[in-house]
């Protein structure tokens, strides 16, 4: 555990004989919050941010998937929703919090 004042951060192994936790059971762990940011989980039926880099050869998700907000990266890309610069935290930050309070899950 890591721990301070105002944080508390919990980390457990996986065992190897184990099956690997899905998304569902992952965010039934951390009831309760008021936003969760996954990572790693392009393909789980939830909203998200596509990072596109320099050079990827795969075809974007935006392209196909209703599920996907934005994209972002280091240079503007095609895409049918909205570009967010990588470098631009603040304005991705913005963005999440406005599509959470227009889906009704953040005050």
């Not at 980390?11 to 990572?39: N, Q």
């Not at 998937?65 to 570009?83: N, R, W, Y």
């Amino acid at each position: 555990m890591l721990a301070s004042g105002t944080r508390q951060v919990l980390m457990r192994e996986v065992r190897s004989d184990e099956v690997e936790p899905d998304v569902d059971a992952l965010l039934a762990r951390m009831v309760p919050v008021d936003l969760v940011l996954l990572k790693g989980f392009r393909l789980s039926p939830y909203s998200k941010l596509e990072a596109a880099r320099l050079g990827q050869d795969r075809r974007l998700l935006a392209l196909d998937d209703p599920l996907v907000l934005a994209v972002t990266g280091e240079a503007p890309i095609a895409a049918p929703v909205p570009f967010l610069s990588l470098s631009d935290m603040g304005a991705m930050a913005d963005f999440v919090v406005a599509h959470a309070r227009k889906a009704g899950k953040f005050n």
